[in-house]
């Protein structure tokens, strides 16, 4: 069964104060690991889509990598507009998106 | 461009009762799926929709039925209303699960069961 970790649960962070949060991994088949952001009363936005161990995207103040392992997604001087619930999911060779439950992500002004 | 439309935002059921969730998505994506997403629990698949007329059950589907009759619309339904089916239900599109774009979800329906 396919699985997915994501540490910590909540992180507070100070404006500009840079860090990681990690998406630990098991799949049979890994198809791709996929990150999103969810606000509060929405539906999750999609972010990037990783596809092999290495691999890296950008966008903006965001970078996700890739590990056999486990993704990382590294924040560099965040706002307070980043803050938000951060989900990673992972699509195995059944096509099933098997989601985390998420890392809630505060930046203090 | 709308995206992914849910409606209702908001409704609240008596345990037996039934009701439909409507999603509907103007980006002529073939894939469609319904997720519930619950407090300490990532989301989780309940049926998803490859194409017009063809359906599949994802990890929770049992409580839960869907249609598929046109590529932009993707229903819900709640046969007989239960207290654990109280969550916020989301439903997603994509051009192809094949090569996953990305989904695109809707903004939810949070559902109470009394």
């Known amino acids: 069964e396919d699985q997915v970790t994501q540490s910590p649960e909540a992180l507070r962070l100070q404006e500009g104060e840079s860090s990681s949060l990690n998406c630990s991994y098991t799949?049979?088949?890994?198809?791709?690991l996929f990150w999103y952001r969810q606000d509060p009363g929405k539906g999750p936005e999609f972010l990037f889509t990783?596809?092999?161990a290495g691999e890296e995207k950008e966008k903006e103040r965001l970078k996700a990598t890739l590990t056999k392992k486990e993704s990382f997604l590294h924040i560099t001087a965040p706002k307070p507009e980043d803050s938000a619930t951060y989900l990673c999911?992972?699509?195995?060779?059944?096509?099933?998106?098997?989601f985390g439950k998420g890392t809630l992500l505060t930046v203090n002004p | 461009n709308a995206g992914v439309t849910q409606t209702p935002k908001f409704q609240v059921l008596k345990t037996g009762q039934s009701m439909t969730l409507q999603c509907a998505q103007d980006?002529?994506?073939?894939?469609m799926s319904w997720y519930r997403q619950d407090p300490g629990m990532g989301l989780r698949l309940i049926h998803y929709?490859?194409?017009?007329?063809?359906?599949d059950q994802g990890e929770v589907p049992n409580g839960y039925n869907v249609s598929r009759s046109t590529t932009e619309d993707f229903p819900l339904r709640l046969l007989s209303a239960a207290p654990s089916q109280t969550s916020v239900y989301f439903c997603?599109?994509?051009?192809?699960?094949?090569?996953?774009?990305?989904?695109?979800f809707g903004s939810g329906t949070r559902l109470t069961v009394v």
């Open positions: 997603a599109s994509s051009y192809s699960r094949d090569r996953h774009y990305g989904y695109t």
């Open positions: 799949v049979s088949g890994l198809r791709g």
């Open positions: 990783l596809y092999s």
């Open positions: 999911a992972v699509q195995g060779s059944n096509y099933k998106l098997t």
């Open positions: 980006m002529n994506h073939e894939y």
């Open positions: 929709s490859v194409g017009a007329g063809i359906t």
